[in-house]
């Protein structure tokens, strides 16, 4: 029975638009959304980094591009790319969302959407262990995007790529203005699958 839908395709091919709009779609149709968005930052015509932005409109750093002139602060730092990862201010914005399914959860089924679990996200291990309970909840479906796979494959990536109850659809630049409507009628068919 399939309970989660997930969005995949190459960098800047629209995952998140797609994302967004089908979280409006769901919306209006009298469910509730909490969850996240990853966003580019840009400064000029310069992409400097990514926030993460809830549903509500909160925003916190996820990374930002490395200045050449400052040094590391001496503890752990996680970089992707030309990318630091700032992983407490991530966890202090999307952890909670977790924490908040598992105090809201009524009779109402829910969407939780989760964009994107990436390599900058899967430095936090308490963001992995929060996105396999929520995987793992009968109360709620996950609307989410991963990576393609590419190079050495990230093993909770490919985790969640090939669980049984989980349906991923490849965005394009073909089809990224069309596939809306199949992924809000899978979504809704998870929401209905769950009210069971």
């Known amino acids: 029975m399939i309970k989660h839908v997930f969005l995949t395709g190459p ?27 990853t966003q580019e930052v840009r400064e000029g015509r310069r992409r400097v980094g990514f926030d993460v932005v809830t549903v509500t409109g909160q925003r916190g750093n996820l990374s930002r591009v490395r200045e050449k002139s400052v040094a590391s602060h001496g503890g752990r730092e996680y970089t992707v790319g030309q990318y630091v990862v700032d992983v407490p201010s991530f966890e202090n914005l999307a952890l909670p969302l977790f924490r908040n399914l598992d105090s809201s959860c009524s009779s109402n089924h829910q969407v939780f959407i989760i ?21 793992d909840s009968p109360v709620f479906s996950v609307l989410g995007t991963i990576p393609l796979p590419s190079g050495k494959p990230l093993g909770f990536v490919e985790e969640i790529r090939t669980r049984t109850d989980v349906t991923v659809f490849t965005v394009s630049k073909e089809n990224r203005d069309v596939i809306l409507p199949e992924v809000v009628s899978a979504l809704k068919d998870c929401l209905k699958q769950s009210a069971k």
């Open 11 to 37: 960098p800047g091919v629209g995952k998140t638009t797609l994302v967004q709009k089908a979280c409006d779609v769901i919306v209006s149709s009298g469910v509730s959304v909490e969850g996240f968005y």
């Open 115 to 135: 964009d994107e679990v990436g390599k900058m996200e899967l430095f936090s291990q308490a963001f992995i262990r929060s996105v396999r309970q929520a995987l």
